[in-house]
């Protein structure tokens, strides 16, 4: 029998997002990745402490989430298929959906499209400070445009492609896994302090995890947007993560625009090569088209993952 796990988690997350009702409610699973950071991160994170210590707690921490998010998701799978028997498979898309951010991701970016649309900067600054790490205060029209397009296509990496890609590979073990190293990464893995070398495990081991479905998510972009090849192979090197350079770089050649650059973070300048042609910068109706591209490259992931499933 055929087991549409993955096609019933896209689903759900397709159709539902992740409620704000049940957020409310229950927060997010990644709630509890968050909080075991935070307890491990006072405990071995002090600056009084050797880099060797840090790191070692650092790993520890990796390991700790690794096996609270794996153990979790093996019994939560042994669970519903001794209880459900052969309608397993919709338990496990359920448990699944909210590691998923399909329809998160795109409404988070809409929010941003609607307010450069109605040419209301501060509000687009605002929603596009949901989704950026970088400061958004002073940044013009083409910065708010930049930096959502850059999110959307590295989000689409590490919110649709990998987790899904580590469901098909693991299960409910392996989607869960991802997300609580992907979190880890999200939170300590940065090289500066107060992380540095606490956060060294974390970056590391989400750059292994990341490895093929970037790549993948960078071909699924390519393919939809009917082209960046040649952006792709060029410019993916030219970011900082080994990773996200792969969809970013595909993303600017398929708009046919620059993307990264010279950015802010907390009042710092961090001056980034480019990404991209040089012939043009970014406008507002260029999210709108990256949207549409991030559309039909879900479309395709839902494909792949329905002749994963036709296969086993």
């Not at 790993?59 to 397993?88: H, N, P």
């Not at 850059?150 to 896994?177: H, K, M, Q, R, Y």
């Not at 893995?189 to 070398?197: A, M, S």
């Not at 970013?248 to 090569?273: F, I, T």
Request: glycine residues 12%; charged residues 20%; aromatic residues 10%.
């Amino acid at each position: 029998m055929v087991e549409p796990v993955a096609l019933g988690a896209l689903g759900l997350d397709a159709a539902l997002g992740w409620p704000a009702r049940v957020h409310a409610r229950i927060g997010h699973p990644v709630g509890g990745f968050a909080r075991i950071i935070a307890f491990c991160e006072r405990r071995w994170n002090s600056r009084h402490c050797s880099n060797y210590v840090r790191r070692a707690g650092g790993i520890a921490t990796v390991l700790l989430l690794l096996a609270a998010a794996a153990g979790c998701g093996y019994a939560a799978e042994k669970l519903i298929r001794w209880s459900l028997g052969q309608w397993a498979w919709a338990g496990m898309a359920f448990a699944a959906w909210p590691a998923l951010a399909q329809r998160s991701l795109y409404q988070h970016v809409l929010a941003v499209a609607r307010e450069l649309d109605a040419g209301r900067l501060s509000k687009a600054r605002r929603a596009v400070g949901w989704i950026v790490g970088r400061d958004t205060a002073s940044l013009d029209e083409a910065g708010v445009a930049r930096a959502a397009v850059e999110s959307l296509a590295e989000s689409f990496c590490d919110g649709v492609t990998a987790p899904l890609f580590w469901l098909l590979l693991g299960g409910l073990p392996g989607i869960w896994a991802y997300k609580a190293v992907n979190t880890a990464d999200s939170l300590i893995g940065h090289r500066e302090e107060p992380y540095g070398p606490f956060g060294w495990a974390a970056a590391r081991l989400d750059d292994v995890m990341n490895l093929v479905p970037a790549r993948l998510a960078a071909l699924l972009i390519c393919l939809a947007g009917q082209g960046g090849w040649r952006v792709m192979w060029r410019d993916h090197g030219r970011h900082a993560s080994p990773n996200a350079g792969w969809p970013e770089a595909a993303m600017a050649g398929a708009l046919d625009v620059r993307l990264g650059g010279p950015l802010r973070y907390d009042g710092v300048l961090n001056d980034k090569p480019w990404i991209g042609e040089g012939g043009r910068h970014i406008r507002a109706v260029d999210v709108r088209r990256a949207m549409r591209i991030f559309l039909r490259a879900c479309a395709l992931l839902w494909v792949l993952a329905a002749l994963w499933e036709l296969s086993l």
